[in-house]
């Protein structure tokens, strides 16, 4: 039947926010840092029992559960077409350090919350439907964001993998193994993973906003229509140090100052880029051998730019390239460069957007449409699906930190929305 007759009948009220909140929680308590700070790198023992309790979600909600070697997770409600591409939804439960228990966690809780509202609400999809939870959306074990969507999308090669340690020199292969997953090689773990061309029909992905927007103006949903385009470099000086009072200010190549001097560089480039999408971060910046009385030697930053715009974020990444040369050269301390990542920008799809508006105005909400200026797996889904994001608001726009909140009141109706944009998206 059409969608229309459906959507008047399908009764969501099974969707809680009070129970979903319980169930972040929950999930919050894995974490490697006291509550409320949530801190859960992937494979760590924390992440192994936020899997385990996501896979029992999955299992309570009816859904048919599959993981791929580098650990995305797959729940699947079955649709009545077997030859059509899946309707997916999902996001990440790993948390950078001392954050909260809402960015990523959301999108998966809620996700299965809204599966299994569709089941008990007696929906039955032509297309297939999958909650999904990516392996390690955050860079902070092995330095690099978007590992599981990135390797499902194929944007990911052996050799970017292969480079990627974590502070322990641990391979993905080794880390992913060890966790249950992996396989024999990196190649074999990306084939693994790797998804068959026209298996995802569309994909589409709930967080918290992490910004500001739709809280200063009342709104309870944001449609996201595109997702703005993330770099990232580390940098490393090094000079020779000294004695903090014997060697005299003319004798100096101080590789700390080179890194000030750059971070003030970064700042200048972004705001020269003369937009106000336009963002640059140092956000990782040390030195050795970080002692009082030494000057220092070495030093290593990583810097964080972003734009809307490709290729005005690229002149950007140029910009702060050639500053590195020219402070090295007239400090006469030693560099090195590597490129993280120079991901492209994300377009929403058309076809997911309508789906998530009308949901909204199904549901009664207050709605505006807007940019991701924060990354999320649904980057690379793009790539690969049309794809779009349902953000909901969070107070004070904060992220990224213990007090990170949204409201039950504004999960439930994000759950809700969820829901009903999976149902139009996957027919009846
Ligand atoms: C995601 O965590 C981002 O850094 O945007
Ligand atoms: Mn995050
Ligand atoms: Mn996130
Ligand atoms: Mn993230």
Known sequence: CTWGLRAATLDLTSISGPAVVEQLLHLAT???DPLPAVTRLIFTPNDMKARKYVKQLMKEAGLTIRED???NIYGRMHGSTKTTGAVVTGSHVDAIPLAGAYDGTLGVIGAIAALKALGEAGFRPEKPIEALMFTSEEPTRFGLGCIGSRGMSGALTVETLNDKLDVNGTSFQAASTAAGYGGKSHETILEGTRVKPGSIA???ELHIEQGPRLEREGLQL???SA???PAALR???SGDGGHAGALLMPDRNDAGLAAAELALAVEKATLDAGAIDAVGTTGFLQIGPNSMNSVPREAKLEI???????????RTVSSVLKSVEEIAARRDVRHRVEMINQDPPATCSQEVITAATEAAKELGASQKALVSRAYHDSLFMSQIAPT???FIPCRNGWSHRPDEFASAADIETGVKALALTLARLAGT
């Open 202 to 204: 569309a994909f589409v």
């Open 227 to 229: 997702i703005a385009a």
């Open 69 to 71: 070697p580098m650990g």
């Open 235 to 237: 940098v490393f000086f």
């Open 222 to 224: 944001g449609i996201v």
């Open 304 to 314: 964080d730019i972003r734009d809307i715009d490709a290729a005005r974020r690229d």
């Open 388 to 390: 779009g994001m349902i």
């Open 30 to 32: 894995f974490s490697d």
